[in-house]
Antibody
């Protein structure tokens, strides 16, 4: 069974840092693009960042570029999101998600981890 | 970035109704579009990819159509389990989602 389990969320002050983790199991992690998607309370889905299977290429949304870094450890089947210089508007549930075979949408999602940025 | 616009934002319907949600892309995305269903407190669930291909296990009352810049999701015969929020997503250039359409009970 494919499973994605996020961790690392919590309360952080503006300007602070947090690292999110996503533990993957039930599939060959290293061959899939992986993504982070966030959802502010009561709002819609927003794509944050993506990373290719071997970790050699990453892309991030304009809103987080230069502050957030996506990475992965294929030996540990782990996906990460290092978040620096956090802002109040980064408050959201952060989901990790896996591409479908062929890259058509995301057919596996974690349950999400809540990040709250507040003083 | 390719902005995606969904309409309506909210849709009131009854069990058994046929409902249609529209998604428009700001530029052509071919058929590189997916639809998701999300229930409160849960992650999204993939329903349709490549604009019209049903994901495995998704009921056949869900269907998608369109190409280029205009797409639709249709639910033929709304069931109680279908009251949820639906999102479109383009994946031609990175990814972006529509703002969502909440299907609520009339």
């Amino acid at each position: 069974e494919v499973q994605l389990v996020e961790s690392g969320g919590g309360l952080v002050q503006p300007g602070g840092s947090l690292r999110l983790s996503c533990a993957a199991s039930g599939f060959t992690f290293s061959i899939y693009w992986m993504h982070w998607v966030r959802q502010a309370p009561g709002k819609g889905l927003v794509w944050v960042s993506r990373i290719i299977g071997d970790g050699s290429s990453t892309t991030s949304a304009d809103a987080v570029r230069g502050r957030f870094t996506i990475s992965r450890d294929n030996a540990k089947n782990m996906l990460y999101l290092q978040m620096n210089s956090l802002r109040v508007e980064d408050t959201a549930v952060y989901y990790c998600a896996r591409d479908r075979d062929g890259g058509d949408g995301y057919n596996a999602w974690g349950q999400g981890t809540l990040v709250t940025v507040s003083s | 970035d390719i902005p995606m616009t969904q309409s309506p934002s909210t849709l009131s319907a009854s069990v058994g109704d046929r409902v249609t949600i529209t998604c428009r892309a700001s530029q052509s995305i071919s058929i590189l579009l997916a639809w998701y269903q999300q229930k409160r407190g849960k992650p999204p669930k993939l329903l349709i990819y490549k604009a019209s291909t049903l994901e495995s296990g998704v009921p056949s009352r869900f269907s998608g159509s369109g190409s280029g810049t205009e797409f639709t999701l249709t639910i033929a015969g709304l069931q109680p389990d279908d009251f949820a929020t639906y999102y479109c997503q383009q994946y031609k250039t990175y990814s972006s989602f529509g703002q969502g359409t909440k299907v609520e009970i009339k």
